[in-house]
């Protein structure tokens, strides 16, 4: 059996940066410390970031107010772990390990342009400290051991046994999995944690109806609003963007950051709908759109359906429009044709689609739910077991596309690390 002080499970964005925040805490004597990484190795998902650009925190990121950026069922916990280590701790902690980096109003990414360079950055960091990576490497078993004077974690693997005296469990969630591993939540229900059911966060989302082959490709700015109803209440959630129309449904940032409340009502059972704005400058603005379809209407009488629609939205949009109201392109604007003209113009700022369903974790970047952030203390050290430490997406915490998640990531996982670390330098004074 393998002795080490600190094993960090998962080598994901929050281990990576825990295995660099220990290394630097520890004075004195080396700390040994290994990353299990189930995966070829670590920082896959890290190169996925950001469409490969990595978008590695913002700017933007108000501490006082996490509940702006971030979703959990105890978001006011969330402050002062980011007052500890924000998005500008991110920053200076980058630009210390060597890497550069540009700010695209309040977005920022590596300077390069490439998510490789955060990894590769974190990877030479973990070199220079040698810190030891075991990839390929799935924990089968991790139990709390005391004897004495000597408490730790016992970790096995399939080739070889660990005991660590101090044990992280940064194994990140389902998201971008093919096949949905809970094993990390298995391993922190395993020291009595409790959890919250993971769901698919930050993904496209299922619509009922026909009509969405015809849609397909369409990439337009349009305002979302998500109404959900059932159990005895009513919530409206609304966001703003660039709308993305699959042959199955909605996807795009503005779908995004509404999919965790359509993930979780879908799954108590609640009805759930999302009504489009395909013209959202019209927003506030309802004598200005009613002006412009008397003119349209006026102007275009006894004329084409393509001219007077024409320009006004994509093509596919309107046409799905038209079919969905009876009517063809070359139909003329008439007295006859108006009641369904006037539908037209309703649905294109009101149109309505019922939400089935959300695609599943391989689809989604994070996970919403997990481990409640009541069962950690300031330093993200487990409540129900001491000496465990939990960090990134395996705690309930999901952000807002943008950087957020990573740089909670970032936060949880550096504070972890740092407490690990000086706990053993406690330690190590007692006893010396």
């Known amino acids: 059996m393998q002795r080490i002080d600190i094993g960090i499970i998962g080598g994901g964005a929050s281990g990576l940066m825990a295995a660099v925040a220990a290394a630097d805490s520890v004075k004195g004597r080396p700390c040994e410390i290994i990353i299990f990484e189930k995966k070829d190795r670590v920082g896959k998902k890290l190169l996925a970031t950001g469409n490969g650009k990595c978008n590695l925190t913002n700017l933007s990121f108000s501490v006082e107010k996490p509940g702006l950026f971030y979703r959990s069922r105890n978001p006011e916990l969330l402050a002062s772990f980011f007052a500890r280590f924000g998005a500008e701790d991110t920053l200076k902690q980058f630009e210390r390990l060597g890497m550069l980096v540009t700010d695209r ?18 990877r030479f960091a973990l070199e220079e400290r040698k810190v030891h ?36 469990l940064s194994c990140g969630s389902a998201a971008g999995e093919k096949n949905a591993d809970l094993g990390g939540y298995e391993l922190a229900k395993g020291f009595g944690h ?16 026909n009509f969405w082959k015809g849609l397909a490709g369409v990439r337009t700015e349009a305002g ?15 966001e703003q963007g660039e709308l993305q129309l699959t042959d199955y449904g909605i996807s795009g940032i503005p779908v995004f950051q509404l999919s965790r409340f359509a993930s979780a009502a879908l799954s108590q059972g609640r009805k759930v709908k999302a009504t489009i704005d395909f013209l959202p ?46 009517l063809h392109g070359e139909d003329i604007v008439s007295s006859e044709t108006f009641p369904a003209v006037e539908k037209v113009f309703f649905m294109l700022r009101n149109f309505e689609v019922t939400v089935t369903a959300s ?10 739910g997990g481990v409640p952030l009541t069962e950690v203390d300031s330093q993200m050290e487990s409540r129900c077991c001491p000496g465990l430490y939990l960090a990134g997406e ?10 957020y998640n990573l740089q909670w990531a970032w936060t949880s996982g550096y504070l972890a690390g740092q407490a690990a670390a000086l706990s053993i330098r406690t330690e190590r004074k007692k006893y010396d």
Request: aromatic share 8%; charged share 25%.
């Open 281 to 326: 400058a019209f927003r506030g603005k309802d004598d200005d759109w009613q002006a412009l379809i008397k003119k349209k209407c006026r102007d275009c009488r006894q004329r084409s359906m393509e001219v007077l629609f024409n320009g006004l939205v994509n093509k596919k949009i309107i046409q799905t429009m038209w079919k969905l109201n009876g």
């Open 133 to 168: 990576t075991v990839t390929e490497c799935r924990v089968e078993r991790a139990a709390y051991r005391r004897e004495g004077r000597n408490a730790g974690f016992y970790v096995q693997t399939p080739d070889e046994s660990y005991f660590c005296r101090r044990l992280i």
């Open 105 to 122: 109003n309040g977005y920022v990414y590596p300077l390069s342009g490439q998510a490789a360079t955060v990894l590769d950055t974190l």
């Open 194 to 209: 409790t959890l919250i059911t993971p769901l698919p966060a930050l993904v496209q989302l299922r619509c009922a109806g």
């Open 359 to 368: 695609n599943p974790f391989a689809n989604a970047q994070v996970c919403a």
């Open 224 to 238: 979302i609003l998500l109404t959900i109803e059932g159990k005895g209440k009513k919530e409206e959630y609304e």
């Open 394 to 403: 395996l705690l309930d915490v999901d952000g807002r596309c943008g950087g």
